[in-house]
């Protein structure tokens, strides 16, 4: 642990050098080098990041690099709101077996086979993850694919992976399925209908291009499974899976999901309509379920707060925020910006690859909301240049969310679901068993998203 500490603060304090020799002031020196051991020691010392960013948090106040109006300006409380408001509601569909329910009822396959399950698994992981958050989506989704694996007696090791590559790849594909979504939607002033129109189809292209592959790859797993399912046939897997919630329960739950939904899926238009600020409706009407559901639910209202809101990632996210905004309020990420603009000589379409391309394989290795929220100060800092940052906030959502597939530590999802494995079945799956599928899907997805973003007008 004494290695790894030297190593933090030798990068940092040669960071703070470096960029003073590039002739920044010694304030953006120094956000740059706070923002760095923040982001490294959440690289080396994950049980601790919350400690840093405590700690770098006060640096920044006491030195005067950033004040406490401006602080709280940039540490986004308006996202760590909606993410509160979203995580009473899940614990409200926990409790209630939706989510179990939901997989029960798209898994009665007649004629099963093992392509059709991997399908199955795939496409529901990824529109899971499209509709609440890809850990919440992960969960249910290896709980069923480990019950129905057992049944059949076969490895469900190929199939979990299957299951967390799809899931985060659906998390790209609304503003609900990752917290980079709500983020970039805020900074970006983009609506659930721009994740829609320009998101979904792109996600559902990329998780076509990745089902093929994982047939491909799991051939054999396939096969296995398919003599399987001829030894002992489908019958009673759906029994065994799940039991079926009370149904009043469950259509109120229904209720109150869908027209939360159906509210943010609306928010644009209705700002438009009342005359609000823009965002303002996507991000009060989970506040305003969530207030309902405690009103319902007032006995276990406290239990929401307390067990089903993460209160620590949150408080990291909310100091990491303000931290990123220190980048810009010095001025750091406008320098950045002119240095990357004259390397690539003013062209958005160079600028979105570099993005795209470098922030798949920053998250391949560090959480994608720690990269996003190093990236948004830059890429806001190129408004006023006479070009459209639309691509890139594409780029930026599609590489932190399809870089998480490289490797097992890549997303939050690929660490809840191998755990979960290792836990349950005492099967670990190593670094070099999960890199080259993790890699290929990564790089091909990854590319038709660049391929996309180059050659389609609607993301000009």
């Known amino acids: 642990m004494l290695k790894k500490f030297i190593i933090l603060i030798a990068i940092s304090l040669g960071l703070g050098l470096f960029t003073r020799h590039l002739g920044l002031s010694s304030q953006q020196a120094l956000s740059i080098s706070i923002f760095s051991v923040s982001i490294l020691g959440t690289l080396f010392f994950w049980d601790f990041r919350l400690s840093f960013a405590f700690l770098g948090t006060s640096i920044l106040l006491i030195t005067k690099t950033i004040d406490l109006d401006n602080l709280i300006k940039f540490s986004s409380l308006e996202i760590i709101l909606f993410l509160v408001g979203m995580m009473v509601l899940i614990g409200l569909l926990k409790e209630a077996g ?3 329910w939901l997989v029960s009822l798209i898994l009665r396959i007649r004629k099963l086979t093992a392509k059709k399950f991997l399908i199955s698994i795939s496409v529901i992981s990824a529109l899971l993850a499209c509709a609440v958050d890809e850990v919440t989506s992960i969960i249910f989704m290896v709980a069923a694919i480990l019950e129905i694996c057992d049944y059949f007696e ?32 805020t900074k970006a002033g983009l609506s659930f209908e721009d994740f829609i129109i320009k998101a979904f189809p792109l996600m559902l292209a990329c998780l076509g291009s990745t089902i093929f592959i994982l047939m491909i790859y799991y051939r054999k797993a396939l096969n296995e499974f398919d003599h399987k399912i001829k030894e002992l046939g489908e019958n009673e897997i759906l029994t065994r899976l799940i039991s079926v919630p009370p149904e009043r329960q469950l259509k109120l739950c229904l209720g109150i999901f869908g ?37 319902w639910k007032w006995r276990k209202a406290r239990e929401y707060i307390e067990h089903d809101v993460e209160w620590w990632t949150l408080l990291f996210f909310l100091l990491l925020f303000a931290q990123a905004g220190t980048l810009k309020y010095t001025g750091a990420t406008d320098v950045l910006a002119k240095h990357l603009v004259s390397l690539t000589g003013n062209n958005v379409s160079v600028l979105s690859g570099i993005v795209l391309w470098i922030s798949a394989a920053g998250s391949s290795i ?15 800092s190129f408004q006023g240049l006479n070009f459209s940052l639309q691509p890139l906030w594409w780029a930026l959502l599609f590489g932190g969310c399809l870089g998480g597939n490289i490797t097992l530590v890549g997303s939050t999802a690929n660490i809840v679901a191998l755990g979960i494995l290792e836990k349950e079945k005492k099967i670990r799956i190593t670094f070099f068993q999960w890199f080259w599928v ?23």
């Open 98 to 100: 939706l989510f179990a």
């Open 154 to 185: 076969v490895n469900p090791a190929p199939f979990i992976i299957a299951s967390v590559l799809t899931t985060n790849i659906g998390s790209a594909g609304t503003v609900l399925g990752n917290p980079i979504g709500i983020l970039i939607a």
């Open 259 to 295: 027209v939360t939904l159906l509210f943010i899926s609306l928010h644009h238009r209705l700002e438009l309509f009342l005359g609000l600020e823009t965002n303002t409706i996507l991000l009060t009407v989970p506040l305003i379920s969530a207030g309902l559901v405690m009103i």
């Open 366 to 380: 560090l959480d994608n909301v720690v990269l996003v929220a190093a990236f948004i100060p830059i890429v806001q």
């Open 438 to 460: 993790g890699l290929t899907v990564g790089i091909v997805t990854t590319c038709i998203v660049w391929l996309a973003l180059l050659t389609l007008p609607i993301y000009k």
